[in-house]
């Protein structure tokens, strides 16, 4: 399983990094990951855009979590200046608790749907 990872260096910069969960096979047609810490989950559905641009503020992850992309297309971008898109099914983990963060563009009008799951360390 693919994780996109956000992350935050020494200078404060953010960047994205691949993590790759090893599954382990429960049942014979599907792979599971470990079994991760977690306190905590959050559903955040956005409002429907119409016409307007929705490219948000630069912002910190408020702590460490996974965050789940139910519904949607947006881009992601990092203060190192890359990009990446995510689309429905994509999985982020998000460590920029500090430092210069990340922003959102929407890139399509229909609501969004997110589920943040607090994760520990």
Do not use: C
């Amino acid at each position: 399983m693919k994780i996109t990872r956000i992350f935050t260096d020494d200078s404060g910069e953010s960047h994205f990094d691949e993590l790759s969960e090893s599954g382990v096979e429960f049942r014979s047609n599907a792979a599971y990951s470990r079994v991760i810490a977690s306190n905590g989950l959050v559903y955040r559905e956005t409002e429907p855009l119409g016409d307007r641009p929705a490219l948000g503020d630069w912002h910190v992850a408020p702590q460490r979590q996974y965050v789940h992309f139910m519904r949607g297309k947006t881009e992601i971008e990092v203060s190192d200046g890359e990009k990446r898109i995510l689309r429905t099914g994509d999985v982020l983990l998000v460590e920029d608790t500090t430092g210069k963060g990340h922003r959102n563009l929407r890139l399509h009008p229909d609501p969004e749907l997110w589920v943040f799951v607090r994760a520990e360390a």
